[in-house]
């Protein structure tokens, strides 16, 4: 099998790599102007390869969002043709759905938009997406993973009609690329799911912003332990 992993922040990225011992490889000549990044690897029969959005070259800061998922995984899926695409990353969780900080998520059902609004018979449904995550439940529970629903949108904060549509789909995890990386995939032929670790507590006390640089450190070690885990737990199936 051949898995792709995509990531927006250099910080979630680095642990993946270097505990996968991934190599970077470098842009095709066509995708030169863009700032995302490649790694490849192998892990027992499988090929493990790697996406980060990169830096804005505006702010020099890390790539986060639909847009960059986007671009990024329409690159890695050209550059590696991949079975299976992992959206890995933080996320907000809700205490109210038992969340907690550190806790990793392993995507289930489908992946929603929760910020995209077009009350038009049909755009309204294409802007929901509602794509389809393939069932690693069996992997999921061998590595004491919880199953959740992601749900993504462009902003941190969240408006009141960004809650209605996450209490629609009674979402665990509020992140901001795993729709768009699923619409890519899909596109591709290729199957989608996603790992989410918990940095902030969306229905908690405190400002997401605050609590998102706290918890970063322990919601990247988490996770990084958990993909290489998943990637690993893979080879052991195939
Ligand atoms: N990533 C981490 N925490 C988040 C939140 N509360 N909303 C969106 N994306 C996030």
Redesign the pocket.
Known sequence: MRVLIVMAMHAEAEPVVRELGLKPVETPPWAAPVPMRLWRGQIGANEVDLVVNGQDPETGLDL?GTQAATASTMLGCEAFKPDLVVSA?????FAKRDGSIGKVYLATDRVWYHDRRVPIPGFEQMARGGYPVADFSEVGSRLGLEPGVVST?D????SAEDSERIEEVDAHA???EAAAVAWVAGLFGAQFTAL?S???I?DGPHP?EE??FENLKQ?TENLAANVVGFVNELGVRT
């Not at 902003?155 to 969240?158: A, T």
């Open positions: 986060i990353g933080t996320c907000g969780g949108g902003s941190l904060d969240l509020k992140e901001m989410k918990v940095t902030d969306v997401p609590e998102f919601a």
